[in-house]
Protein backbone atom coordinates (compact mmCIF):
# COMPACT_ATOMS: atom_id res chain seq x y z
CA UNK A 1 0.00 0.00 0.00
CA UNK A 2 1.50 3.59 -1.08
CA UNK A 3 0.27 5.72 1.70
CA UNK A 4 0.24 9.63 1.25
CA UNK A 5 -0.50 12.23 4.20
CA UNK A 6 -0.75 15.71 4.12
CA UNK A 7 1.73 16.79 6.78
CA UNK A 8 1.61 20.48 6.75
CA UNK A 9 -0.60 20.65 10.00
CA UNK A 10 2.59 20.04 11.34
CA UNK A 11 5.00 22.09 9.97
CA UNK A 12 4.97 25.08 12.62
CA UNK A 13 3.75 24.23 15.58
CA UNK A 14 2.77 20.67 16.46
CA UNK A 15 -0.79 21.30 18.38
CA UNK A 16 -3.85 19.14 18.24
CA UNK A 17 -3.78 18.05 14.34
CA UNK A 18 0.07 18.45 13.53
CA UNK A 19 0.87 16.15 16.82
CA UNK A 20 -2.34 13.45 15.31
CA UNK A 21 -0.81 13.63 11.60
CA UNK A 22 3.09 12.82 13.07
CA UNK A 23 2.17 10.71 15.56
CA UNK A 24 -0.30 8.78 12.84
CA UNK A 25 2.81 8.88 10.27
CA UNK A 26 5.19 7.59 12.81
CA UNK A 27 3.25 4.89 14.00
CA UNK A 28 2.19 4.06 10.52
CA UNK A 29 5.24 3.36 9.34
CA UNK A 30 6.77 1.55 12.23
CA UNK A 31 3.43 -1.23 11.86
CA UNK A 32 4.68 -1.40 7.93
CA UNK A 33 8.55 -2.30 8.81
CA UNK A 34 6.89 -4.93 11.66
CA UNK A 35 4.64 -6.32 9.06
CA UNK A 36 7.88 -6.91 6.83
CA UNK A 37 9.86 -8.83 9.30
CA UNK A 38 6.87 -11.09 9.61
CA UNK A 39 6.53 -11.66 6.16
CA UNK A 40 10.13 -12.22 5.85
CA UNK A 41 10.12 -14.72 8.95
CA UNK A 42 6.98 -16.91 7.56
CA UNK A 43 7.96 -16.64 3.68
CA UNK A 44 11.62 -15.87 2.23
CA UNK A 45 10.13 -15.46 -0.75
CA UNK A 46 7.79 -12.23 0.10
CA UNK A 47 10.75 -10.15 0.51
CA UNK A 48 10.21 -6.55 1.78
CA UNK A 49 6.74 -5.34 2.68
CA UNK A 50 5.26 -2.70 -0.53
CA UNK A 51 3.75 -0.38 1.80
CA UNK A 52 5.66 3.13 1.61
CA UNK A 53 4.51 5.98 4.04
CA UNK A 54 5.35 9.21 2.63
CA UNK A 55 4.08 13.07 3.98
CA UNK A 56 3.67 16.19 2.25
CA UNK A 57 4.57 19.43 2.92
CA UNK A 58 4.18 22.52 0.99
CA UNK A 59 4.41 26.30 2.12
CA UNK A 60 6.84 29.02 0.77
CA UNK A 61 8.50 30.07 3.68
CA UNK A 62 8.30 27.26 6.03
CA UNK A 63 10.04 23.76 6.09
CA UNK A 64 10.21 20.85 8.07
CA UNK A 65 12.53 20.87 10.89
CA UNK A 66 15.18 18.37 11.36
CA UNK A 67 14.36 17.25 14.73
CA UNK A 68 10.38 16.15 13.39
CA UNK A 69 12.08 14.92 10.06
CA UNK A 70 14.17 12.23 12.65
CA UNK A 71 11.57 11.76 14.95
CA UNK A 72 9.73 10.31 11.78
CA UNK A 73 11.92 7.79 11.85
CA UNK A 74 14.02 6.55 8.51
CA UNK A 75 10.95 4.48 6.99
CA UNK A 76 8.42 7.75 6.44
CA UNK A 77 9.77 9.75 3.07
CA UNK A 78 9.28 13.41 3.26
CA UNK A 79 8.17 15.10 0.13
CA UNK A 80 8.30 19.05 0.31
CA UNK A 81 7.15 21.52 -1.97
CA UNK A 82 7.99 25.33 -2.06
CA UNK A 83 4.53 26.27 -2.65
CA UNK A 84 2.43 28.92 -0.53
CA UNK A 85 -0.06 27.21 1.64
CA UNK A 86 -3.10 29.99 0.42
CA UNK A 87 -2.53 29.42 -3.15
CA UNK A 88 -2.81 25.72 -2.63
CA UNK A 89 -5.62 25.43 -0.37
CA UNK A 90 -7.28 27.54 -2.88
CA UNK A 91 -7.07 25.14 -5.73
CA UNK A 92 -7.49 21.97 -3.50
CA UNK A 93 -10.25 23.40 -1.86
CA UNK A 94 -12.34 25.21 -4.27
CA UNK A 95 -10.70 23.49 -7.63
CA UNK A 96 -9.78 20.17 -7.03
CA UNK A 97 -6.81 21.01 -8.32
CA UNK A 98 -3.82 19.80 -8.89
CA UNK A 99 -3.72 16.43 -8.14
CA UNK A 100 -1.36 15.89 -4.88
CA UNK A 101 0.84 13.28 -8.09
CA UNK A 102 1.47 16.47 -10.28
CA UNK A 103 3.35 17.59 -7.14
CA UNK A 104 5.43 14.88 -5.97
CA UNK A 105 5.64 13.15 -9.37
CA UNK A 106 4.64 9.63 -7.55
CA UNK A 107 1.55 7.25 -7.49
CA UNK A 108 -0.24 6.24 -4.25
CA UNK A 109 -2.92 3.81 -3.32
CA UNK A 110 -4.48 6.58 -0.29
CA UNK A 111 -4.27 9.82 0.14
CA UNK A 112 -5.24 11.13 3.20
CA UNK A 113 -6.18 14.54 4.82
CA UNK A 114 -5.98 15.14 8.54
CA UNK A 115 -8.64 18.21 7.82
CA UNK A 116 -12.43 18.23 6.70
CA UNK A 117 -11.32 18.85 2.92
CA UNK A 118 -9.44 16.24 0.56
CA UNK A 119 -6.27 16.30 -0.96
CA UNK A 120 -7.00 15.57 -5.04
CA UNK A 121 -5.43 13.04 -6.33
CA UNK A 122 -5.32 11.32 -9.77
CA UNK A 123 -6.30 7.76 -8.59
CA UNK A 124 -5.93 7.05 -4.85
CA UNK A 125 -8.57 6.34 -2.32
CA UNK A 126 -9.26 9.55 -1.12
CA UNK A 127 -9.71 9.97 3.24
CA UNK A 128 -10.58 12.90 5.53
CA UNK A 129 -10.04 12.62 9.34
CA UNK A 130 -12.81 14.66 10.73
CA UNK A 131 -11.96 15.91 14.17
CA UNK A 132 -14.42 17.98 15.19
CA UNK A 133 -17.66 20.13 13.71
CA UNK A 134 -18.05 22.77 15.95
CA UNK A 135 -17.27 25.24 12.96
CA UNK A 136 -20.60 23.94 11.62
CA UNK A 137 -22.50 24.24 14.79
CA UNK A 138 -20.83 27.48 15.98
CA UNK A 139 -19.44 29.51 13.55
CA UNK A 140 -19.23 32.25 16.08
CA UNK A 141 -16.30 30.16 17.84
CA UNK A 142 -14.61 29.60 14.73
CA UNK A 143 -11.59 31.85 13.02
CA UNK A 144 -10.07 32.30 9.73
CA UNK A 145 -10.18 29.33 7.00
CA UNK A 146 -12.39 27.17 9.50
CA UNK A 147 -14.76 30.09 9.86
CA UNK A 148 -14.34 31.23 6.23
CA UNK A 149 -14.08 27.97 4.50
CA UNK A 150 -14.69 25.10 6.04
CA UNK A 151 -19.39 25.05 6.78
CA UNK A 152 -19.54 25.85 3.16
CA UNK A 153 -17.23 22.89 1.54
CA UNK A 154 -17.46 20.14 4.45
CA UNK A 155 -20.18 18.62 3.10
CA UNK A 156 -19.24 17.95 -0.15
CA UNK A 157 -15.58 17.02 0.70
CA UNK A 158 -17.38 14.56 2.77
CA UNK A 159 -19.58 13.14 -0.11
CA UNK A 160 -16.79 12.82 -2.33
CA UNK A 161 -14.57 10.81 0.05
CA UNK A 162 -13.94 7.38 0.10
CA UNK A 163 -13.50 7.35 3.46
CA UNK A 164 -14.08 9.69 6.58
CA UNK A 165 -12.07 8.91 9.50
CA UNK A 166 -13.09 10.33 13.16
CA UNK A 167 -11.65 9.67 16.69
CA UNK A 168 -13.83 9.71 18.41
CA UNK A 169 -17.67 7.16 18.64
CA UNK A 170 -19.21 10.96 19.30
CA UNK A 171 -18.41 12.11 16.36
CA UNK A 172 -19.14 9.58 14.19
CA UNK A 173 -22.95 10.09 14.86
CA UNK A 174 -22.22 13.63 14.46
CA UNK A 175 -20.73 13.26 11.25
CA UNK A 176 -23.70 11.07 10.36
CA UNK A 177 -26.42 13.08 11.13
CA UNK A 178 -24.95 16.20 9.60
CA UNK A 179 -23.22 15.37 6.86
CA UNK A 180 -25.57 12.71 5.91
CA UNK A 181 -22.87 10.13 5.11
CA UNK A 182 -23.23 6.13 5.16
CA UNK A 183 -22.20 4.84 8.22
CA UNK A 184 -20.62 2.34 6.52
CA UNK A 185 -17.66 5.21 5.10
CA UNK A 186 -17.01 6.81 8.94
CA UNK A 187 -14.14 4.46 10.99
CA UNK A 188 -13.46 5.28 14.24
CA UNK A 189 -9.90 5.64 15.20
CA UNK A 190 -9.03 7.36 18.46
CA UNK A 191 -6.03 9.33 19.11
CA UNK A 192 -2.68 7.31 21.01
CA UNK A 193 -0.83 8.96 23.60
CA UNK A 194 2.96 9.73 23.58
CA UNK A 195 5.26 7.34 24.80
CA UNK A 196 6.51 8.89 27.86
CA UNK A 197 6.96 6.22 31.30
CA UNK A 198 3.62 6.91 33.41
CA UNK A 199 4.72 7.13 37.13
CA UNK A 200 2.61 4.94 38.60
CA UNK A 201 -0.52 4.82 40.84
CA UNK A 202 -0.50 7.79 42.74
CA UNK A 203 -0.47 8.12 46.50
CA UNK A 204 -1.88 11.21 48.60
CA UNK A 205 1.24 11.99 49.54
CA UNK A 206 2.56 12.76 46.16
CA UNK A 207 -0.43 14.71 45.65
CA UNK A 208 2.65 17.69 45.48
CA UNK A 209 1.63 19.20 41.68
CA UNK A 210 2.37 22.90 41.86
CA UNK A 211 -0.41 24.38 39.77
CA UNK A 212 -3.94 23.67 37.96
CA UNK A 213 -3.42 23.24 34.03
CA UNK A 214 -5.04 24.05 31.37
CA UNK A 215 -3.65 23.02 28.28
CA UNK A 216 -5.04 24.42 24.97
CA UNK A 217 -5.70 26.87 22.50
CA UNK A 218 -6.38 29.92 23.66
CA UNK A 219 -10.02 30.05 21.76
CA UNK A 220 -14.30 30.52 22.49
CA UNK A 221 -14.53 26.51 22.25
CA UNK A 222 -12.55 25.99 25.02
CA UNK A 223 -14.57 27.55 27.58
CA UNK A 224 -11.74 29.87 28.74
CA UNK A 225 -14.25 32.61 29.94
CA UNK A 226 -15.60 30.06 32.00
CA UNK A 227 -12.63 28.32 33.32
CA UNK A 228 -11.34 32.11 34.65
CA UNK A 229 -15.11 32.48 35.98
CA UNK A 230 -14.93 29.21 37.96
CA UNK A 231 -11.22 29.74 39.34
CA UNK A 232 -12.10 33.14 40.28
CA UNK A 233 -15.20 31.57 42.23
CA UNK A 234 -12.79 28.90 43.72
CA UNK A 235 -10.42 31.53 44.81
CA UNK A 236 -12.66 33.50 46.55
CA UNK A 237 -13.96 30.17 48.78
CA UNK A 238 -10.17 29.07 49.18
CA UNK A 239 -7.42 31.39 49.10
CA UNK A 240 -4.93 28.29 49.66
CA UNK A 241 -6.24 27.00 46.05
CA UNK A 242 -2.87 26.39 43.69
CA UNK A 243 -1.88 28.54 40.66
CA UNK A 244 -3.62 28.54 37.59
CA UNK A 245 -1.39 27.82 34.62
CA UNK A 246 -2.50 27.97 30.63
CA UNK A 247 -0.74 26.66 27.85
CA UNK A 248 -0.88 26.30 24.43
CA UNK A 249 -1.82 28.79 21.88
CA UNK A 250 -3.95 31.21 20.83
CA UNK A 251 -5.79 32.77 18.41
CA UNK A 252 -6.79 36.37 17.20
CA UNK A 253 -9.19 37.83 20.54
CA UNK A 254 -7.20 36.24 23.08
CA UNK A 255 -5.95 39.36 23.98
CA UNK A 256 -8.84 39.76 26.04
CA UNK A 257 -8.45 37.10 28.18
CA UNK A 258 -4.21 37.59 28.88
CA UNK A 259 -5.43 41.29 29.47
CA UNK A 260 -8.14 39.50 32.30
CA UNK A 261 -5.37 37.64 34.06
CA UNK A 262 -3.25 40.92 34.69
CA UNK A 263 -5.94 42.38 36.54
CA UNK A 264 -7.39 41.35 39.89
CA UNK A 265 -8.37 38.99 41.44
CA UNK A 266 -6.36 37.54 38.80
CA UNK A 267 -3.13 38.99 38.58
CA UNK A 268 -0.52 37.14 40.20
CA UNK A 269 -2.75 34.06 40.30
CA UNK A 270 -3.03 32.83 36.80
CA UNK A 271 -0.50 32.64 34.48
CA UNK A 272 -0.25 32.19 30.57
CA UNK A 273 2.95 30.20 29.19
CA UNK A 274 2.20 30.31 25.59
CA UNK A 275 2.86 26.92 23.33
CA UNK A 276 4.58 24.06 24.73
CA UNK A 277 7.02 21.94 22.33
CA UNK A 278 6.76 18.69 22.30
CA UNK A 279 9.86 17.80 24.61
CA UNK A 280 8.44 19.75 27.22
CA UNK A 281 5.19 18.53 27.43
CA UNK A 282 5.46 15.55 30.07
CA UNK A 283 7.00 17.86 32.76
CA UNK A 284 4.36 20.34 31.97
CA UNK A 285 1.65 17.63 32.88
CA UNK A 286 4.13 15.96 35.61
CA UNK A 287 4.14 19.00 37.68
CA UNK A 288 0.39 19.70 37.63
CA UNK A 289 -1.83 19.27 40.46
CA UNK A 290 -4.97 18.81 38.41
CA UNK A 291 -6.26 19.31 34.67
CA UNK A 292 -9.11 21.12 33.87
CA UNK A 293 -10.65 21.31 30.31
CA UNK A 294 -14.02 22.57 30.52
CA UNK A 295 -14.76 23.12 26.69
CA UNK A 296 -17.95 23.16 25.19
CA UNK A 297 -16.89 20.48 22.42
CA UNK A 298 -14.08 17.98 21.71
CA UNK A 299 -14.03 15.59 19.14
CA UNK A 300 -11.52 13.62 21.72
CA UNK A 301 -9.43 15.88 23.78
CA UNK A 302 -6.03 15.02 23.54
CA UNK A 303 -5.02 17.19 26.93
CA UNK A 304 -6.96 14.90 29.08
CA UNK A 305 -6.34 11.27 27.49
CA UNK A 306 -2.00 12.67 28.05
CA UNK A 307 -2.76 13.98 31.49
CA UNK A 308 -4.24 10.57 32.80
CA UNK A 309 -1.78 8.59 31.23
CA UNK A 310 0.65 10.72 33.99
CA UNK A 311 -1.86 9.95 36.27
CA UNK A 312 -3.01 13.68 36.54
CA UNK A 313 -6.16 14.21 37.61
CA UNK A 314 -8.86 16.08 35.69
CA UNK A 315 -11.95 17.54 35.45
CA UNK A 316 -13.11 18.19 32.29
CA UNK A 317 -16.80 18.98 30.35
CA UNK A 318 -19.86 17.12 29.93
CA UNK A 319 -19.67 18.25 26.38
CA UNK A 320 -18.37 16.32 23.01
CA UNK A 321 -16.24 13.84 23.42
CA UNK A 322 -14.95 14.03 26.73
CA UNK A 323 -17.53 11.72 28.53
CA UNK A 324 -16.42 9.31 26.02
CA UNK A 325 -12.61 9.29 26.61
CA UNK A 326 -12.74 10.13 30.56
CA UNK A 327 -14.81 7.24 31.19
CA UNK A 328 -15.02 7.17 34.90
CA UNK A 329 -11.90 8.45 35.32
CA UNK A 330 -12.72 12.26 35.88
CA UNK A 331 -15.04 14.72 37.40
CA UNK A 332 -17.53 16.53 34.49
CA UNK A 333 -19.30 19.18 35.12
CA UNK A 334 -21.89 20.93 32.61
CA UNK A 335 -19.46 24.16 31.02
CA UNK A 336 -22.05 26.65 31.25
CA UNK A 337 -22.07 25.71 34.72
CA UNK A 338 -19.23 28.02 36.58
CA UNK A 339 -20.36 26.56 39.87
CA UNK A 340 -20.58 23.76 38.83
CA UNK A 341 -16.82 23.37 37.32
CA UNK A 342 -15.56 25.78 40.60
CA UNK A 343 -17.00 23.04 42.76
CA UNK A 344 -15.46 20.08 40.65
CA UNK A 345 -12.05 21.23 41.21
CA UNK A 346 -12.32 22.19 44.56
CA UNK A 347 -13.46 18.16 45.41
CA UNK A 348 -10.37 17.12 43.34
CA UNK A 349 -7.53 19.62 44.85
CA UNK A 350 -9.03 19.14 48.37
CA UNK A 351 -9.99 15.67 48.11
CA UNK A 352 -6.69 13.32 48.32
CA UNK A 353 -8.63 10.11 48.54
CA UNK A 354 -10.49 11.18 45.78
CA UNK A 355 -8.18 12.85 43.43
CA UNK A 356 -5.61 9.36 44.29
CA UNK A 357 -8.89 7.33 42.70
CA UNK A 358 -9.55 9.01 39.97
CA UNK A 359 -6.07 8.95 39.13
CA UNK A 360 -5.33 5.56 39.11
CA UNK A 361 -8.80 5.25 36.81
CA UNK A 362 -7.03 7.55 34.60
CA UNK A 363 -4.13 5.24 34.34
CA UNK A 364 -6.21 2.47 33.54
CA UNK A 365 -8.14 4.21 30.71
CA UNK A 366 -5.89 5.68 29.25
CA UNK A 367 -3.90 2.16 28.14
CA UNK A 368 -6.25 2.11 25.22
CA UNK A 369 -5.05 5.20 23.68
CA UNK A 370 -1.68 3.97 21.66
CA UNK A 371 -0.89 5.11 18.25
CA UNK A 372 0.07 1.71 17.54
CA UNK A 373 -3.84 0.74 17.89
CA UNK A 374 -4.51 4.20 15.81
CA UNK A 375 -2.43 3.11 13.21
CA UNK A 376 -3.98 -0.18 12.82
CA UNK A 377 -7.35 0.56 12.85
CA UNK A 378 -6.31 3.89 10.43
CA UNK A 379 -4.75 1.26 7.95
CA UNK A 380 -8.27 -0.53 8.30
CA UNK A 381 -9.91 2.70 7.40
CA UNK A 382 -7.56 2.79 4.01
CA UNK A 383 -8.11 -0.47 3.11
CA UNK A 384 -11.87 0.13 3.20
CA UNK A 385 -11.60 2.88 0.83
CA UNK A 386 -9.45 1.71 -1.54
CA UNK A 387 -12.17 -0.99 -1.70
CA UNK A 388 -15.08 1.80 -1.98
CA UNK A 389 -13.14 3.56 -4.64
CA UNK A 390 -12.66 0.50 -6.72
CA UNK A 391 -15.99 -0.24 -7.04
CA UNK A 392 -17.08 3.04 -8.11
CA UNK A 393 -18.44 3.13 -11.41
CA UNK A 394 -15.64 3.85 -14.36
CA UNK A 395 -12.48 3.66 -11.59
Known amino acids: MRILIDYRPALRQRTGVGEYVHQLARALAEQRVDRAVERRVGDRRAGFNADTVEVFTSSWKDRPSVTAVADLGPAVRVTDR ?7 NAGWQRCGWPPVEWLTGRAYDVVHSPNPLLVPSRRAARLVT ?3 LDFLLHPERSHAEMRRTYPALVGRHAAAADGIIVVSQQMAAQVVELLHVDPDRVSVCPHGIPRWTAG ?3 APGNLRGEYVLFFGTLEPRKNVDGLLAAYSDLCARRPDVPPLTLAGGSVPGAEGWREMIERPPLKGRVRYIGYVADRDRQAL ?8 LPSF ?3 FGMPVAEAMSLGVPVVASTRGALPEVCGEAALLADPEDIAGISRAMERMLFEPKLAVEMAERGLRQARQFTWTRAAELTRAAYERAIHARRQRPGD
Request: proline share 8%.
Open 82 to 88: RIPVQLL
Open 285 to 292: YAGARLLV
Open 130 to 132: IHD
Open 297 to 299: NEG
Open 200 to 202: GPI
